[in-house]
T-cell receptor, first 110, second 114 residues
Framework: EDQVTQSPEALRLQEGESSSLNCSYT??????LFWYRQDPGKGPEFLFT???AGEEKEKERLKATLTKKESFLHITAPKPEDSATYLC???????????FGGGTRVLVKP | KAGVTQTPRYLIKTRGQQVTLSCSPI?????VSWYQQTPGQGLQFLFE???????NKGNFPGRFSGRQFSNSRSEMNVSTLELGDSALYLC?????????????FGAGSRLTVL
């Protein structure tokens, strides 16, 4: 059975305190992996698509990396506005059937 | 370019009723998928449509159904509502940007079943 597991479930950071979120996956026929950010009461907001081991993508204070078994989302010098739930999801070659992890709730305190 | 539009944003129903949710994808997008989000189960895939054809279906009972129209707008229907159907229902449309898959979600329809 396809599975995506995120850790930790929750993360409290001080402003400026860098950290990493983990997403491990066992998805047969995985084509790639998405990272999303979700604010309370809103739909997930697209951040990155990663396709192959060794690939890296960056956007502002966020950097996503991919290995053969897991992906990391690094948050460098976070600000309070980075507080959100971060979701990763694996997808296969065809279609939009994503397998989501449970998410990591990040709280950045000023 | 307008994003993915879902209506209604909030609704309250009672057990046994049925509900229809609507989704308009980003203009030009022909692929629409639906997800259910609950605190206990997280985000789970419901179904996917492309050019009015269902391409994929998740592990949900037959009470959950959907369709897509020729203008790519999609609806999902839940019949004989149960308390456990209370959830945020999310619609997404897919495109390819610089060779990468991008799945864009709407704001969701929050269903409460009493």
């Amino acid at each position: 059975e396809d599975q995506v597991t995120q850790s930790p479930e929750a993360l409290r950071l001080q402003e400026g305190e860098s950290s990493s979120l983990n997403c491990s996956y066992t998805v047969s026929g995985l084509r790639g992996l998405f990272w999303y950010r979700q604010d309370p009461g809103k739909g997930p907001e697209f951040l990155f698509t990663l396709y192959s081991a060794g690939e890296e993508k960056e956007k502002e204070r966020l950097k996503a990396t991919l290995t053969k078994k897991e992906s990391f989302l690094h948050i460098t010098a976070p600000k309070p506005e980075d507080s959100a739930t971060y979701l990763c999801a694996g997808f296969k070659a065809a279609g939009n059937k994503l397998t989501f992890g449970g998410g990591t709730r990040v709280l950045v305190k000023p | 370019k307008a994003g993915v539009t879902q209506t209604p944003r909030y609704l309250i129903k009672t057990r046994g009723q049925q509900v229809t949710l609507s989704c308009s994808p980003i203009s030009g997008h022909r692929s629409v998928s639906w997800y259910q989000q609950t605190p206990g189960q997280g985000l789970q895939f419901l179904f996917e449509y492309f050019s009015e054809t269902q391409r994929n279906k998740g592990n949900f009972p037959g009470r959950f159904s959907g369709r897509q129209f020729s203008n790519s707008r999609s609806e999902m229907n839940v019949s004989t509502l149960e308390l456990g159907d209370s959830a945020l229902y999310l619609c997404a449309s897919r495109t390819t940007v610089a060779g990468a898959n991008v799945l864009t979600f709407g704001a969701g329809s929050r269903l409460t079943v009493l």
